[in-house]
């Protein structure tokens, strides 16, 4: 059936009132609390005259009791959310909003100093929701043209109205990177989310004595599940603060986490510091990762550190909600499973279907690799105001009657029950010296040769036909660049040995915390 995203939420605030929806910034909300705070937001949108015309609202906050709010006082208003990231550069922030279209904007107090940019870029008024501050009228002089609404100004909860639900409705617009630089905003209806939520919170048995991690920014779709599925099933929902970042073991102990979910760079980053020693972290049901490969290695450590958890290793674009395929990890079969040294992104969940297909878009043989294709509830509705884009990315196969959407990863396809293997993105295939190199196998082989599961591989220099050679950052102790080279050598051909070996303590992130390949690059250019 049916439902709205926030339905779950509503529920929970029912049943669960007294029990914690979330802790963020130290602070425990019930949901009872954090009920009336998204309502307040809601009732307040929905007073608006033609507040219906403008489909979406901005959430400016960042891991505060208002960023929560403001989701779902946006949903419960009828509205789809924009989460913006103060951490970003504040230009690409203001393309973000300017793109949305949004006439509505939630922020919390730590946002505000990156308020006034975006007021300055607006080309329309825009209704400025303050729900931390008692008053602003300094910002009203300022920003006359712009309307002003702080925690005394809101409208009572009591006043809310549940708003009309359409299944393709837009829940979220999250804006991924661009190829030409320009943000593409995906557009993930009710109907997507829910979908994945109805499996997600049936197969971890979710109930409201669990306590979920949220590791990720809103900004960055993988956030969804730890919000909702918490809110769907009455669990808490713990949100670390920036500086607990820097110590998620610590965090997840203290917090006696239940279910952890977290990009693999940052098993990465635990096991390189130490912090995955076996039985050290007991309370955890269900370890998750999603958003880059997974190591073996990384995968084996962290179940010796959670030893009463079940790891699971996820995969799915934002234009597939989330994630669409999923893998248990098996210390006795999964190491012949996996391929790369990288753990399987596995089976498509129930509804899903899966093509893998050739560079004309005709489905391979069993054992072969090509281009993972996907259709089913989950896949979105396309890109927000760019029919071009969506057009290239979501196509028909040959032999096909149905659209699905191409999502650029490179896998095997299976032969028999096998789960499916993640090769490397199609862009990650780069040509050097004449020869097609897949980036994925050069990082594969100084894994082995390093013990290290940190490693990155680009091409550099780039050339007219490609590039000159490759060079590998690795994130951990130096190790003797001839005797790693040397290992290397025996694996590879010539042409695919690293050039060079650079070691970090800690290797470039994005704002996602994956690894950033883009800022490895930067580093070759500027010489390191």
């Not at 006439?103 to 006034?116: M, N, Y």
């Amino acid at each position: 059936m049916q439902r709205p995203l926030w339905a779950g939420f509503i529920r929970s605030a029912a049943e669960f009132s007294h029990r914690p929806a979330i802790v963020a910034e130290g602070i425990s909300l019930s949901y009872s609390e954090l009920n009336a705070a998204a309502l307040r937001i809601a009732s307040t949108l929905q007073s608006l005259p033609n507040y219906s015309l403008n489909p979406l609202t901005a959430v400016f906050a960042y891991r505060t009791p208002t960023a929560f709010a403001g989701v779902l006082g946006a949903l419960l208003a009828g509205n789809g959310y924009v989460p913006l990231n103060r951490t970003f550069p504040i230009e690409r922030t203001q393309l973000m909003f300017e793109r949305s279209d949004c006439r509505s904007i939630v922020v919390d107090s730590g946002s505000l100093p990156q308020l006034g940019a975006i007021l300055d870029a607006a080309e329309t008024s825009i209704l400025v929701l303050l729900p931390d501050l008692p008053e602003v009228e300094s910002l009203r002089q300022k920003w006359p043209r712009h309307r002003f609404l702080t925690s005394s100004d809101l409208v009572p909860a009591s006043r809310w109205r549940e708003p009309v639900f359409l299944p393709d409705a837009i829940a979220y617009l999250l804006f991924t990177s661009g190829s030409t630089g320009v943000p593409k905003g995906v557009m993930v209806a009710h109907r997507n989310v829910t979908s994945f939520l109805d499996y997600m919170v049936d197969r971890y048995e979710v109930s409201e004595n669990d306590r979920l991690s949220q590791m990720f920014d809103m900004t960055f779709d993988l956030s969804v599940f730890d919000m909702f599925v918490s809110w769907e099933r009455g669990a808490c929902l713990c949100c670390p603060s920036q500086k607990a970042l820097i110590a998620p073991g610590k965090y997840l102990s203290e917090m006696e986490l239940t279910v952890w979910f977290s990009v693999p760079s940052t098993a990465v980053f635990m096991k390189q510091l130490g912090m995955l020693k076996p039985g050290r972290y007991p309370s955890l049901r269900y370890s998750l990762f999603c958003g880059e490969p997974l190591p073996v290695a990384s995968a084996s450590a962290w179940l010796d550190a959670a030893p009463n958890s079940t790891l699971e290793n996820l995969y799915g674009p934002t234009e597939l909600t989330i994630a669409c395929t999923l893998y248990r990890w098996d210390p006795l079969r999964s190491p012949g499973e996996a391929e790369l040294g990288i753990v399987p992104i596995g089976y498509p969940y129930p509804e899903m279907k899966v093509i893998v297909a050739d560079e004309n878009l005709q489905e391979v043989a069993p054992g072969q690799e090509g281009e993972l294709l996907m259709n089913g509830p989950q896949m979105s509705l396309g890109y927000w105001r760019d029919l071009a884009k969506t057009k290239a990315a979501f196509v028909v196969p040959a032999n096909k009657d149905e659209v699905y959407y191409r999502t650029g990863d490179r896998v095997r396809r299976p032969i028999g029950n096998g789960p499916l293997t993640h090769l490397g993105r199609i862009d990650f295939q780069v040509k050097v010296l004449g020869h097609r190199v897949e980036l994925g196998e050069v990082e594969s082989a100084v894994r082995k040769a390093c013990g290290l599961d940190g490693v990155v591989a680009v091409g550099w220099p780039e050339s007219p036909s490609g590039f000159g050679a490759i060079e590998v950052f690795i994130e951990g102790p130096k190790t003797e660049p001839d005797r790693l080279r040397k290992s290397v050598a025996a694996e590879l051909p010539e042409y695919m040995v690293p050039n060079r070996f650079h070691f970090l303590d800690r290797l470039p992130r994005n704002a996602n915390d994956k690894f950033d390949r883009k800022a490895m690059s930067t580093m070759l250019q500027e010489g390191l």
